[in-house]
């Protein structure tokens, strides 16, 4: 009876030792779950501490070297993302084609753009909706001594790109001096640093540039003959697909809580306390550090529909958008409402 007894015992208590391993093995197996999570999705567990990284969504922007990214650049540096509760994921390209090629790729949730590529987008069957205005700046130089004023350049040579926002800027710039397009002779340069070499060069009498290329130009002697700004134009936005726009919406919201705590810093602050990440990041050369202005940003806001309207007017002129797309059908309200 005695060794019925410890038999039965000592067979309990392997059962119960079997117990503890398999809920053991199985806690084990759902932290690892957990951790996987959260290195892949970014997502919170009950072993990670509040405050790491893993815990913040990141929302990744594609960006050109422009004025318009630096608000976004100094809210990542300056940790105004983390903040809000967003991890900025700033990826910049030298071009629009390679933004382009990583967007289309998935690379990137959302990307600074312009209207006239908004439309193109669309006309191809890409559902991305503008999600807020940017600040960006083009400006239409000259260096030679006989053009005085935009009326000055009808048959003379100007350098763009076609079927770009730098060509719809072109074209309202003329039509408020009033003349077409076909008053000009178009030089086609996708190249933004080949035609500011032109134009130094006597090898065209206008160009359309960003900056740094427009500070860079006037250090070289050239003028100024209109911008979008004098122009009142602004076909620079923000764009998002709607299935990023859908998958994250408070990354976004955050995101523009950065960018006014950014526009907030620079207003609050000396322009020298900045301006070598500027100089870093949009690529100015360091020669011209004194000659550079920072734009008085405003908080980050919609577009407006009259611009939308206007620079889609045109690209069908162009037969670059040949669907009926409404303006609402390609604003968001995910943060603004138009």
């Known amino acids: 009876m005695k060794n019925r007894a410890t038999v039965k015992k000592m067979t309990m208590l392997l059962a119960l030792v079997l117990t503890v391993s398999i809920v053991g093995v199985a806690c084990g197996n759902k932290a690892n779950n957990a951790t996987t999570s959260n290195a892949a999705g970014n997502t919170a567990t009950a072993n990670t501490p509040k405050d790491t990284p893993a815990e913040t969504p990141e929302l990744s922007l594609g960006l050109l070297p422009s004025i318009d990214a630096i608000p976004f650049i100094i809210a990542h540096e300056q940790g105004f993302d983390q903040k809000r509760g967003v991890n900025l994921n700033i990826q910049t390209f030298k071009s629009a084609k390679d933004r382009d090629v990583a967007f289309q790729a998935g690379k990137v949730d959302g990307l600074s753009a312009d209207l006239v590529a908004i439309s193109i987008y669309n006309q191809a069957?890409?559902?991305?909706?503008?999600?807020?205005?940017t600040f960006g700046e083009f400006d239409l130089l000259t260096g030679n001594d006989e053009i005085k004023d935009v009326k000055d350049l009808k048959g003379k040579t100007v350098i763009l790109s076609k079927n770009t926002s730098t060509q719809y800027t072109v074209a309202t710039i003329l039509k408020q001096a009033g003349l077409t397009e076909e008053d000009i002779k178009v030089t086609e340069v996708p190249q933004i640093p080949t035609?500011?070499?032109?134009?130094?060069?006597?090898?065209?009498?206008?160009?359309?540039?960003?900056?740094?290329?427009?500070?860079?130009?006037k250090?070289?002697?050239?003028?100024?003959?209109?911008?979008?700004?004098?122009?009142?134009?602004?076909?620079?936005?923000?764009?998002?697909?709607?299935?990023?726009?859908?998958?994250?919406?408070?990354?976004?919201?955050?995101?523009?809580?950065?960018?006014?705590?950014?526009?907030?810093?620079?207003?609050?602050?000396?322009?020298?306390?900045?301006?070598?990440?500027?100089?870093?990041?949009?690529?100015?050369?360091?020669?011209?550090?004194?000659?550079?202005?920072?734009?008085?940003?405003?908080?980050?806001?919609?577009?407006?529909?009259?611009?939308?309207?206007?620079?889609?007017?045109?690209?069908?002129?162009?037969?670059l958008l040949t669907k009926d797309i409404k303006p609402e059908e390609v604003i968001s309200d995910v943060q603004f409402k138009k």
Do not use: C
């Open 125 to 133: 069957g890409l559902d991305v909706k503008i999600t807020s205005t």
């Open 195 to 217: 035609r500011l070499e032109l134009l130094k060069n006597n090898k065209a009498d206008a160009a359309i540039l960003p900056e740094p290329f427009v500070t860079m130009g």
């Open 219 to 319: 250090a070289a002697g050239l003028r100024v003959l209109s911008s979008t700004i004098q122009a009142n134009v602004n076909p620079f936005v923000l764009a998002f697909p709607q299935t990023a726009i859908d998958a994250k919406p408070d990354a976004i919201r955050a995101m523009y809580a950065a960018y006014d705590d950014a526009v907030e810093y620079m207003k609050t602050h000396d322009q020298s306390d900045y301006i070598d990440l500027v100089i870093k990041e949009v690529g100015y050369p360091d020669t011209l550090k004194n000659e550079i202005k920072v734009p008085a940003y405003i908080p980050a806001n919609q577009v407006d529909v009259k611009e939308v309207e206007a620079a889609f007017a045109w690209a069908h002129e162009k037969g």
